[in-house]
């Protein structure tokens, strides 16, 4: 079982277009990642936010943490090609010294 | 500095076969973990460390030895290869007192067991 759902699995989207991806959990966590992962590489870190109800934004990428901590969605607005990848969403538990990730979302921007 | 860095690349082991992933990172992080990623699928914790002589267990870590015996090395040790262990292993680190608590990950080993 996955502590943490992330929806949707696959996008597919003309690039301009704005998207949504959710990162769900019953468990609180002490903080929410994103991370954007490559073919062949691996994951690199997009931001970690930490307290309820939390909203950071990274030029086109908006990211909030849910008031209770146990859930987090990433916007992308105005989609480009170069935002293709796999993104997944980690909580971190036990002090922080444990990350737990999400399924992943793969998001394909086309052109 | 090179970062995290893990060897081999690719292997290929048949069932029952035993081998050692390397890891090594160059940043002095107290924090090292090592991750199992299934095709399509998100990363699952197998053992983590929180300072070299100190390792515990994550999520999945049945089939796995670890060892911390220094700060800069990390490795993970299969000791009777199985096809379910057929997965990308990625072994990554982060500080302690770092306030986005950014784990770095390597480039990832590709395993197969047959």
């Known amino acids: 079982t996955q502590l943490l759902e992330q929806s949707p699995q696959f996008l597919s989207i003309q690039e301009g277009e704005n998207l949504t991806v959710y990162c769900n959990s019953s468990s609180v966590f002490s903080s929410l990642q994103w991370y954007r992962q490559e073919p062949g590489e691996g994951p690199v870190l997009l931001v970690t936010v930490v307290t309820g109800g939390e909203v950071k934004k990274l030029k086109r990428l908006t990211f909030q943490f849910g008031d209770a901590r146990k859930d987090s969605s990433l916007h992308i607005t105005a989609a480009q090609p170069g935002d293709t990848g796999l993104y997944l969403c980690?909580?971190?538990?036990?002090?922080?010294?444990?990350?737990?990730f999400g399924s992943g979302t793969k998001l394909n921007v086309k052109p | 500095n090179a970062g995290v860095t893990q060897t081999p690349k690719f292997r290929i082991l048949k069932i029952g076969q035993s081998m050692t992933l390397q890891c090594t990172q160059d940043?002095?992080?107290?924090?090292m973990y090592w991750y199992r990623q299934d095709p399509g699928m998100g990363l699952k914790l197998i053992y983590y460390?929180?300072?070299?002589?100190?390792?515990d267990k994550g999520e999945v870590p049945n089939g796995y030895n670890v060892s911390r015996s220094t700060t800069e090395d990390f490795p993970l040790r299969l000791e009777l290869a199985a096809p379910s262990q057929t997965s990308v292993y990625f072994c990554?680190?982060?500080?302690?007192?770092?306030?986005?608590?950014?784990?770095?990950f390597g480039p990832g080993t590709r395993l197969t067991v047959l």
């Open positions: 940043m002095n992080h107290n924090y």
């Open positions: 990554a680190s982060r500080a302690r007192l770092e306030v986005h608590n950014e784990q770095f």
């Open positions: 460390s929180v300072g070299a002589g100190i390792t």
């Open positions: 980690a909580g971190a538990m036990d002090n922080f010294n444990k990350f737990y």
